[in-house]
């Protein structure tokens, strides 16, 4: 019983290891690989046959259409060639639509005239087009076409019903019911010059039941052919996973021998040129390092070098964190048995962020080195300095006299020396610093005491405007946690899911129809709420964090615009420091691609400042022009742009600055600016959109000075995607001015 327990189904290859190491077919990487391709084979086929389906319904709709309209042809042909006072007329193609006769067809008279019968004309028209022909007459009375005549002249009387409601003095073509048989049709009519419906010559390309069975029999073969296939494919897949594979079980005995210790076995398939061939010299690698690590002075060598990285930053060279706390408790039993007194001093540099998302990480780490050496400059020989980690850096000073003025100097000294412009990579790079300064023993007795105490100051330094350092006072601990906590809680914002995208509409000022929205950030705080974005914004550019979150806000507002109206677009705000990143353009064509939204349909907003700022913004901004995403210029007017920049940069729209709207009904020199302003715009082919309207005497005096588009808290505030696209009640009561996004 054990022997068959043991040699239950599994990959078929030889044993590697006891009884219970064995893998069931489906639980190895074999029959996983192999389970995959197979699924993706007929996921691929699954979909080729459901567009091949689509296809054929599609295809064979239009063959029996263009059948239906050949027929129609040939029997007016006939028509013509024996009645000879009648006319047609004909669509642009040339496809005749309509028989133009002052009498009707197939009458005594015409019969005299030409010495045939109905029945004859349409047998000659039958002959050639192969199918069946009827002569109908238009009855008044009931609004119906009523068979006079068919090719065999069997039947009359019969009435021609169409699926769908259709005006009969229509060309037709499609599915249509004559007497109790549904044929595919084409419908001519016949009328009077007048528009006078006299009759209709109707032409069949055969019954509904037939044409349907043909296609269906089509699609059933096509699907047995796609079956067999699939078997054949997966058994092929099959077959060449097993022999690749095979070498899988050798190796995994090989990894389990080294795993014992028992490393006299070389590793087969080094041979092979493959992946599998590069696992087993990896795995063979792996075999001769445990060899080697019988030397006794090579394992010393490591063991001491990897003493120094366990406590060191490797690219500055200093000592990192775990040394630093190591150090700092050291300190703290110094001065408790002998009384000495030291400093702890916390700094960032502030810009660090931006400048390595500016220029790289390479002139990221370079300016750190240098920062880091003119900070070791400064310092006494026992003081230590160490790096924490990113941008963040820690100081333990020794203190001779003075805890206080001591550590002034040495903090003024930081703070000018990383304030004074770095040259790294050929670019003039200029940060700054703020130091937190904590003193021991009186600001803490633990070393978690001290840092703390020295973090909360580094925050208020930062707090009163950057390059400034704080002592530590009891009166900070209520005062600076908030900012502090709130950078930290932006860093997991994001991944928390707290973002969220509201939609201010703009409206077309002329006839108030929703034109577009603007996505406005919206940050759900779990503690705090709804924080303002003038909070926060400030504070992920300064931290870096801006390019992640505006990646995200491109990604969802691209999402989002699927949902709006056809005929909208959406808008988002884009900061100085994505301009800078070249990986913005790639964002906007995975968004786009992803989302399916067409570029048109897709703004960027930016400031004058930002786009005018360097070449590097100009460069990105032209890149996405290219794009056909549109570029809209905001707060216009409170910048520098000039004529001369309009005209050369991809400007779709302009932003009338709220600070010239506020006001625009008591101040008349507003109201000329604001038409001078839109009369340039006009007379360079770009839309004016005015930024803060709250009243409607404002949306009618911009209307009156020509301004294309409007949005403001009169016409409907930020909202999320559900309520964005509700319809605008415009509030008559002026809002304050604070908030129109």
Known sequence: MTDKAETETTVGFPPAGSAHSRLRWHQSLFGKITLFLIAGVISAYGVGALAGLLMVERNSQEQWRRQAEMNAQIASFTVRNIYTFVAVEADPSGQIIRILSERPLGDDESVLDTGFNPVDVLALAAAQTKNEVWLFRYDKETGSLISSADATGATSGEHLAFPTPHLPNNFFTGFATIGEREHFIASLPVATSAGELLGSVVTSIGEAEELLRTRDDLVRNSFLALIAMLVVISLVVTLVMRRLFRPVPALVKALTRIARDDTGTVTPFQGRHDEIGRLAVAIETLREAVVERENLRQVREVAKQMEHMAHHDSLTGLPNRAFFNKALADAIETTASEGSRFNVMLLDLDRFKSVNDTFGHAAGDALLVAATERVAMLLGPKDIAARLGGDEFALLQWVDQDPMSEASRLAEAVVS???????????????????????????????????????????????????????????????????YALEQDLEMALERGQFALHYQPIVTVAGGKIAGYEALLRWRHPEHGMIPPDRFIPLAEETGQIVKIGEWVIRQASRDARQMP????????????????????????????????????????????????????????????????????????????????????????????????????????????????????????????????????????????????????????????????????????????????
């Open 417 to 483: 020396a990383i304030g004074t412009p770095f040259t790294i990579l050929g670019n003039r790079i200029s940060i700054g610093t703020s130091v937190g300064i904590a003193c021991a023993p009186s600001h803490g007795a633990t070393a978690a005491t001290l840092l703390k105490s020295a973090d909360v100051a580094l925050y208020c330094s930062k707090t009163r405007g950057r390059g400034n350092h704080s002592f530590f006072t009891e009166s900070m601990v209520m005062a600076t946690p908030n900012l």
């Open 566 to 741: 056809e005929d909208t677009v959406v808008t988002v705000n884009i900061s100085a420091i994505q301009l800078h990143h070249r990986s913005l353009v790639d964002t906007l064509r995975s968004a786009l691609a992803e989302s399916g939204l067409a570029p048109s349909r897709f703004e960027v907003e930016v400031t004058e400042s930002v786009m005018l700022s360097d070449a590097i913004a100009s460069s990105v901004i032209g890149e996405i022009d290219a794009m056909g995403v549109g570029i809209v210029l905001d707060d216009f007017g409170t910048g520098y742009a000039s004529l001369s920049y309009l005209r050369k940069l991809p400007i779709r729209k302009i932003k009338i600055d709220r600070s010239f709207i506020d006001g625009l009904a008591a101040r008349t020199e507003n109201g000329a600016l604001v038409s001078g302003i839109v009369q340039l715009a006009r007379s360079l082919g770009i839309q004016t959109t005015a930024e803060g309207v709250e009243s409607e005497i404002e949306l009618e005096l911009l209307r009156l000075a020509g301004c294309d588009l409007a949005q403001g808290y009169h016409i409907g505030r930020p909202a999320p995607l559900t309520r964005a696209s509700a319809p605008i009640k415009r509030s008559p009561i002026r809002t304050s001015s604070t908030g129109a996004s």
